[in-house]
């Protein structure tokens, strides 16, 4: 009988689990660009636009399209950034080599430079 019930409990704490990571979340409205953990930038996705980010490390050129963001150029070596392709939600877009990370969430969605 324990064995029963401990299989009960392991199974409803696995479908918890499962339901937790693939259950729908709602798209973002915006983007925020940080640099070595410092927020540079908060990008609405509602409007196109195409922007250029110069660090000390490298410029990477953002467009935003059809309410998704992507890097579409940059002068790091390897250029993963690019490869991840237009997103507007989910998993952020990283480039390592210029530390800057693009992470989306749902907020004002008012475009703006942090100070």
Known sequence: MKTKTWIILLGGVFLACLTAIFWPRGQANQAEIYCDGRLLRT???AGDQVFTLETPYGYNEITVSGGALAVTAADCPGGDCMAAGARSAGEPIVCL????????????????VAQ
């Open 43 to 45: 990008v609405s996705l």
């Open 97 to 112: 080599p210029h530390r800057l990370v693009i992470q989306f969430s749902q907020g004002a969605g008012v475009d703006g």
